[in-house]
């Protein structure tokens, strides 16, 4: 089957854009992950869908970040008002549940010239 | 909060040379322990995972790693590096997150591999 699917995977947008970034999970893994990886860093949570449940929005770095999820499939992560620190590669991840392996997806590179 | 090290930023090996990564945790109580790699433009994979019992497991690729609680270590090891494995490798750490009904990985800051023909 499919894996992790995401796009578009590049995108290059000015300062003060919004931006929309997708993610198409593997069907029938109901968790969703959204995670950033800035040059030469490890990667930093963002936020986490289970199920109907409603989302951890707790490693979201500010609020011009938003992310939706609609049932168990297709999420957005939306960006606001960019800015230049925002610029990284955005990887989305999916798992069957909650604790099992999460398969990542190839990632968005964002950058805010 | 949990937070994962990997001292080696880079480490260089020749091919047919054996490899160790390192990799330490912390945080009060066992969690899911994960070594993934990334290959240059693409996505994140999976090369083993520890959650319980024998402390020495066995992933894809020919790695192992060996999970030491004393230590709070997970290193990655492979007996005979290819040209292939150039890559960069993440430890991580899988832990319930902020409250019931959240989980959430933890990762390193990565190792990164290059490999002398």
């Known amino acids: 089957g499919a894996g992790v699917s995401q796009s578009p995977s590049n995108k290059v947008t000015e300062k003060g854009k919004d931006v929309e970034l997708r993610c198409d999970p593997i069907?029938?893994?109901?968790?969703l992950y959204w995670y950033r990886q800035r040059l030469g860093q490890g990667l930093e949570f963002l936020i986490y869908f289970q199920g109907n449940s409603a989302p951890d929005k707790s490693g979201l770095p500010s609020d011009r970040f938003s992310a939706e999820r609609t049932g168990e499939s297709v999420s957005t992560l939306t960006i606001q008002r960019t800015q230049q620190e925002d610029s990284a590669v955005y990887l989305c991840?999916?798992?069957?549940?909650?604790?099992?392996?999460?398969?990542f997806g190839p990632g968005t590179r964002l950058t805010v010239l | 909060a949990q937070s994962v090290t990997q001292p080696d930023i880079h480490i260089t090996v020749s091919e047919g040379a054996s490899l160790e990564l390192r990799c330490n945790y912390s945080?009060?109580?066992?969690?899911?322990l994960f070594w993934y790699v990334q290959s240059p433009g693409q996505g994140l994979q999976l090369l083993l995972k520890?959650?319980?019992?024998?402390?020495l497991v066995q992933g894809i690729k020919g790695f192992e790693a060996e999970f030491k609680r004393s230590q709070s270590s997970f290193n990655l090891r492979k007996p005979s590096v290819h040209w292939s494995d150039a890559a960069e490798y993440f430890c991580a750490v899988g832990l319930p997150y902020s409250g019931a009904g959240s989980y959430q990985l933890t990762f390193g800051k990565g190792t990164k591999l290059s490999v002398i023909p």
């Open positions: 520890y959650f319980s019992g024998d402390t």
């Open positions: 069907s029938g893994h109901t968790a």
């Open positions: 991840a999916s798992s069957e549940t909650m604790y099992n392996e999460q398969f």
């Open positions: 945080y009060g109580a066992t969690p899911y």
